[in-house]
């Protein structure tokens, strides 16, 4: 069954603000990652898959239903955590998801019980009748997770969910909410401006730029490809670059003043960096195997690059 | 909180995930459940004796003046008369608009502030489904302070009385006034404050919006009355809410015109109720209108 798809879907808010071109795509149920710098559009396709906004032209589909026209219906089959605070800070979680799970026509013993039942699953169980306003950005982060999901969804939209956590809050919101796909069978859609997040957890990337998609594929098909040499010279890095492109590598810069060359099975690579390096006499301070990250999907399309510590390369020794 | 550190995530929180296969009891529910829930925050119930200090106090200060006329009406045999049915309300105004303007910013401004209104609108509701249940938990809170006293006033001209069953047939049909007076002031007051805490997601700021609203009108209204001359003026009277409640009162009670401050030979009753309805319908627009773009 179809998750989710987009068809020309437009967004041009009343101010002028273009936030979604066109967008067009189709997902099957998984985990979904959704890339994209800040201001890509990406909570704004979130608030259209919701019913929230309505499109200024085309048309979305989630869980074949269409959000504009059938709201409540799409609504009571999804999860939203918003990308911003959005808890009540004088009640406590517990009476609070309570709240929430009546609001989505639980009654009363249930919604209790399941609110329970998800603060224990996001690790909360023991703060859960403390008022929220003593709560730490990561409680909070997951408060906001446990709300989601307490109406039981079909389909969780999270929307930047490691935002403002510490390391290793990160990495617990992160296997939380592949455990919350993979283990309970429940899609996931979740956005982030960093691309390591989301190759960490998703099995599906999609990624957009300026409102428009840039490349939605299996996680896999973006990282075979991408394994590339990092190389660094004390000076002459424009020589070396004309060299290795004379001798028919596609080199690029890496924006640091060092080159990428990309790295094919047969290591040939290594073999003409070095020469020609020894040929132009140019002191090589660095080589470096590095694995190519999701960032660079957006080179290869001419897009924005995402900043972020997690869309770095991740260094590999040689 | 658990600690991280010392336990590892995957075998903290694993023990399962049950579906729920249980009732959804869909929007009219969720709708009925926001209500119950926002009658409750009306009266601070379940938020600990502070939080609940003030609804306690308006509240008692709305009705014991009933109670004390009651006892008045009972032990002098009705020489003592300082509340009646239509001054009561105008008597208390201020306590009314006290209470409006420490509630209406915990219902609407609250959810705005805290960002959860988000949250509302991402589940099984309508925007319009949200402002109708904060908003009828308001005017239920307002009617119980409006409603009760008039009742409280009732029972002491019945019980001051040797022969009840006579006294409460001839006081009877006065309910329906009681009610209906009550409940026209909880409609205005609940829609007014309600409108006008909805824009602003700041409590206090909201609050003091409220009062003062309720008190710059009255202030305003008597300057245009005093100023401008000519058939407009009665009109003039009208832009202070409470003037339109106070009106409406001695209209529904029948108060001698000879009496009332609001009634005159050329003034009619009707047009503080055409005032009042104005002043629901308006304030509702509002309301829809601001929760219709507010952000989210």
């Known amino acids: ?318 | 909180m658990l600690e991280p550190a010392k336990t590892e995530t995957g075998t903290i929180y694993d023990i399962g995930y049950q579906h729920y296969d249980g009732a959804r009891l869909g929007r009219p529910y969720a709708v009925w459940s926001l209500f119950v829930h926002g009658l409750a925050s009306v009266f601070a119930l379940g938020r600990g004796l502070r939080a609940g200090l003030i609804p306690l106090v308006l509240g008692a200060a709305a009705i014991l003046p009933a109670a004390f006329q009651a006892l008045a009406t009972a032990y002098t045999d009705g020489l003592i008369e300082l509340f009646t049915y239509s001054n009561y309300f105008i008597s208390l105004s201020m306590v009314f608009a006290f209470f409006c303007a420490s509630r209406a910013p915990e219902l609407m401004s609250a959810d705005q502030r805290t960002r959860t209104l988000v949250l509302y609108f991402a589940r099984a509701l309508h925007r319009e489904d949200y402002v109708l249940a904060k908003v009828l938990a308001l005017i239920t809170g307002v009617l119980l302070l409006t409603a009760t006293p008039l009742l409280i006033l009732f029972s002491g001209h019945v019980f001051s009385s040797t022969d009840l069953w006579a006294a409460f047939r001839e006081e009877a049909p006065l309910l329906v006034p009681i009610f209906g007076s009550s409940l026209v002031m909880a409609l205005m007051m609940g829609t007014v404050s309600a409108a006008i805490a909805s824009f602003t997601p700041r409590r206090s700021l909201a609050a003091a919006a409220v009062l003062g609203y309720f008190m710059l009108s009255k202030v305003v209204a008597e300057i245009l009355t005093e100023s401008i001359n000519g058939s407009w003026t009665q009109w003039m009277e009208l832009l202070d809410p409470i003037n339109a409640l106070g009106g409406f009162a001695d209209w529904v009670f029948e108060t001698d015109p000879a009496l009332s401050q609001y009634l005159g030979a050329d003034v009619s009753g009707q047009r503080f109720g055409i005032a009042c309805l104005g002043y629901v319908i308006l304030a509702s627009a509002a309301l829809v209108a601001r929760y219709r773009k507010v952000a989210t």
């Open chain 1, 1 to 318: 069954m179809q998750l989710l798809s987009a068809d020309e879907l437009t967004m041009r808010y009343p101010g002028g603000v273009l936030a979604l071109d066109g967008l067009t795509l189709e997902l099957e149920p998984g985990l979904i990652g959704l890339v994209g710098a800040n201001g890509a559009g990406k909570s704004t396709f979130i608030k259209i898959l919701l019913g929230l906004l309505r499109p200024t032209a085309g048309r979305a589909t989630v869980l074949g239903l269409d959000p504009s026209a059938e709201p409540i219906e799409v609504r009571q089959r999804i999860g939203y955590l918003p990308e911003h605070d959005c808890l009540p800070t004088d009640v406590s979680a517990a009476d609070f998801i309570t709240h929430m799970a009546r609001m989505s026509g639980l009654p009363r013993a249930s919604a209790r019980e399941r609110a329970a039942e998800m603060l224990r699953h996001v690790g909360l169980y023991e703060a859960r009748y403390r008022t929220m306003d003593g709560y730490s950005t990561g409680m909070k982060q997951r408060v906001k997770l446990a709300q989601s999901l307490v109406h039981d969804p079909q389909l969780l939209m999270l929307d930047e969910p490691t935002n403002g956590l510490d390391p290793a809050g990160r990495d617990q919101m992160l296997e939380l909410i592949r455990r919350t796909g993979h283990r309970f069978g429940i899609s996931v859609l979740v956005s982030s401006h960093l691309l390591g997040e989301i190759e960490r957890v998703c099995d599906h990337l999609i990624a957009i730029d300026g409102g428009r998609l840039v490349r939605s594929a299996r996680i896999g098909a973006f990282t075979a490809q991408t394994a590339a040499l990092a190389v660094e010279v004390d000076h002459g890095a424009g020589q070396l670059r004309a060299w290795l492109t004379a001798a028919g590598l596609n080199v690029e810069d890496d924006g640091k003043g060092g080159l990428l060359v990309p790295l094919a099975d047969d290591g040939l690579a290594y073999d003409l960096v070095r020469d020609g390096a020894t040929e132009l006499g140019l002191p090589l301070v660095r080589l470096q195997r590095t694995r190519h990250q999701l960032q660079d999907l957006f080179r290869a399309t001419g897009g924005r690059v995402p900043v972020g510590s997690g869309a770095a390369h991740t260094q590999e020794p040689s």
